[in-house]
């Protein structure tokens, strides 16, 4: 069980999977499951601002950012049941109360919110058959939102035993530059406050900004009351890749795996520490622009960057991304310096025109584009718009539109709700040869995963085809449109799906492999 205090955002998701990747070098089976105390049922109607990206699994659930963590990091495939928020909770118990399930009884935080949280965990562990279950509660210690996962946890121990249930309480430790000094007083307190709900932690990892020594820790271990070998530091580092390594070299794995007292083999990192080697070259550098509208925060898209990070590793050379405002009129000369251009997906009118200049700025000067999902909609509303149809767009933005190129599913129209209401999950590919997309997949079908309502218009499509579009990807039965290419350009593809979602440390993503490769070669032409 993985809890924060003193600050948010510092690294539970992050600390958490590094744990469990520590684990499965010593040959542990673990999967994760992530606790958001929000009242929303799930991240899908979330703003971006909110809560960074929506992280959508393999069965269709719009989860958070962290089960990517996860993903990448424990190389799985997590369900939708991996993340559990107060809304799925009260929904499920409410369920229960309207069937009659409680027999009459006064429904309440204890024993029945509780019991169901439990009765969750109990499921993923019971499906996944995984030895280890890593549970992350997401926000503070001493949120109110939180006391009744926190307290289902306490409870969860006193039922499984001791020896079944470890915490790992995650805290920062903040370093005052006008002292000169590290403060563990925060610390203290936020240990404090979690005992204060009957859970004394076993393991104390200190987020801090420099390295701590270990006088800092003996102090920590006395007023925490933690064994001194359990308190870890986890300074800022260069890449999030790094913390396995770093948990790793003060025996985090060791002490986790006598405390939990499960048989392990020896534990073997040499993979991880070679994918980390990998991600720190720096001699080959290409410069990537992603027009994006939440680029104010990186979180929004991190999946993409992720991928793109992966790419490069795997093609020798380093990634530098520049985010740029789609809602700002493109400055043509700024675009000139990347090496690469990508649109993201998106929902709404704002910052299209931007994307759409990308678009139109990529194919007059060959610069390798990467549309994905809404990115792919803005290359084929622009490419119809330079190819003779003028007042092409997607009807989500104009629903009068002259050329409506990218309009709503048939079966979306009559859905009036919002979340879990779109196209989700993992769809199959038909990918055609002699394509971008066949050259990188090397594969007839393939598998990947949705998250829109809109589509090609079929009723553009032979026309468009015979001005030069290409359909490198359609559903098996031929009647979506995947995948969109033009003919006679560098690197031109735009997918419907999002392939970020897919893409591992030790095994990059093929069509962001195929990009970054197109990118190098770009940069070698110039």
Known sequence: MVTGGVVSSIG????????????????????AIKIDPYLNWDSGTLNPYQHGEVFVTEDGMETDLDLGHYERFLNVNLSGECNITTGKVYSSV?????????????VQ??????????????KTADKTQAEVVLVEV??????IESQPFLEALRQLRNEEGHDNVMFVHVTYVPYLRAAGEFKTKPTQHSTKELRGTGITPDMIICRSELPIDNHLKEKIAHFCDVDKNAVINAPDVHSIYEIPLILNSENVGEYIIDRIKIEAR?????????????????????????IGKYVEL??????????LKHAAAELGVKVDIEWI?????????????????????????????GKLDAVRYSIEKEIPIFGICLGMQCMVVEFARMHGFEGANSTEFDENAKHPVIDIMLEQKKIKNMGGTMRLGSYPCKVEGGTIAHDAYKEDVVSERHRHRFEFNNDYRDILVEKGLTISGTSP???????????????????????????????????????MKAAIDKKRSN
């Open 298 to 307: 990186e979180d929004a898209y991190i999946s993409i960057r992720e991928s």
């Open 325 to 353: 405002r789609a809602e700002d009129s493109v400055n043509r000369e700024k675009l000139d310096q990347f090496d690469a251009l990508l649109i993201p997906g998106g929902f709404g009118e704002r910052g299209i025109s």
């Open 266 to 290: 020896k534990p073997d990192l040499y993979e991880w520490s070679r994918i980390v080697e990998s991600l720190k070259i720096d001699e080959s550098r290409i410069t990537v622009g992603i």
């Open 477 to 515: 039965d031929n009647f979506l449109v995947e995948i969109v290419e033009i003919k006679d350009h560098p690197w031109f593809l735009g997918c419907q799906f999002h392939p970020e979602f897919k893409s591992r440390p030790n095994k990059a993503h093929p069509i962001f492999k195929s990009f």
């Open 94 to 106: 409410i369920n229960k109360e309207r069937k009659g399930n409680y027999l009459g009884a006064c």
């Open 12 to 31: 539970k998701g992050i600390t958490a999977a590094s744990i469990g990747r520590i684990l499965r070098s010593y040959g542990v089976d673990v999967t």
């Open 109 to 122: 935080i204890i024993p029945h919110i509780t019991d169901e949280i439990k009765a969750m965990i109990r």
């Open 138 to 143: 997401g926000g503070t210690v001493g949120d």
